[in-house]
């Protein structure tokens, strides 16, 4: 890993990006109806791999590891149950739990021997963040189906399957760049089947994302045999749902990059505290913004 002036440079600057992007992705989605969310995902998913098949073009196609594909499974196994956890707990608490999970796990899995044993260097020059944000998946509200699942359990069992899957995906959430990381530091180990392994990041890109889109392939196919081939789909949010994914993508090639520059352990709480502030600074915009309103218009 580079540790000049310039690599870091570049490296917190694609924090600076992923986190816009990050924070703002779903806004495309804001007006439109997504229904219980299955949809939405695999159109998402789509999006997010097209991007990463021409990153991938861009980079001359280098060596595809299955095993990273992994890492991808695991996110999109995670984010499904998005919509679930803020129909039985709420945004704010689903944020609350999912959030500290996802950071506590990601830091330590970046940090610590961990996960078999996997171990990432932090570069000279650089510290390492004392902190535990917590980190807010982009999420957008989402329509009530009466007739989903979630709607027929108590209130209690609603407090408790909220919260467990919060805690779920939180953890899954953390581990995405697990599988890389156990490539790249097995890489230095001539008896590993990794050896020669890249180092770049970016590299991973397309076998990360090529997992999250089979999976979410996987999870849709299954959902329709569900519903007796008769899916909810929302054709008005095809096109929103892609530009958001491809904003998604591009925001996650900026923290992989991220990851190359400044090392895991230090840009991912830059980036999941930066993103917890950015939230904060809109909702704080909004809440001025509509106060100054009611002023202005309790004057009229």
């Known amino acids: 890993m580079s540790n000049n002036g310039a690599d870091l440079t570049f490296g917190y600057i694609s924090c600076f990006v992923a986190i816009l992007l990050f924070g703002s992705n779903f806004v495309p989605l804001k007006k439109f109806d997504t229904g219980d969310g299955m949809f939405l ?20 196609c280098p060596k595809f590891w299955p095993f990273a594909m992994l890492g ?22 689903g944020i609350l739990i999912w959030g500290s999970f996802n950071a506590l796990t990601g830091w330590a899995s970046s940090s610590a021997f961990i996960f078999l044993f996997i171990k990432s260097e932090i570069p000279n020059n650089t510290c390492s963040v004392d902190t535990t944000p917590l980190i807010t998946e982009p999420v957008i509200n989402k329509t ?16 408790i399957v909220g919260c467990s899957l919060a805690v779920i995906s939180g953890v899954l959430y953390g581990s995405t760049f697990v599988p890389i990381i156990y490539i790249k530091d097995h890489s230095k180990r001539n008896d ?7 180092q770049y990041d970016l590299d991973y890109v397309f076998a990360h994302f090529s997992g999250i ?31 958001s994914g491809v904003l998604w993508a591009i925001a996650t090639c900026c923290w992989f990059i991220a990851n190359h520059s400044l090392s895991a352990v230090v840009s ?19 809440i001025i913004l509509t106060g100054a309103l009611c002023t202005a218009f309790s004057k009229i």
């Open 41 to 60: 995902q695999w159109v998402l998913c789509a999006a997010i791999w097209l991007v990463a098949l021409v990153v991938n073009l861009i980079l001359h």
């Open 72 to 93: 991808g499974c695991i996110w999109a196994t995670g984010n499904i149950a998005v919509v679930p956890i803020i129909k039985t707990i709420g945004l704010g608490l």
């Open 144 to 159: 009530q189906d009466p007739c989903s699942w979630v709607d027929k359990l108590s209130p209690v069992h609603h407090r």
């Open 192 to 198: 590993s089947i990794y050896a020669g392994a890249s």
């Open 213 to 243: 889109f089979l999976t979410s392939s996987v999870y849709f196919l299954a959902y329709c045999i569900a519903m007796k081939n008769s899916p909810k789909l929302y054709p008005e949010a095809v096109l929103p749902g892609f530009l």
């Open 268 to 286: 991912f709480p830059i980036i999941t505290a930066g993103l917890q502030n950015y939230l904060l600074m809109i909702l704080a915009f909004c």
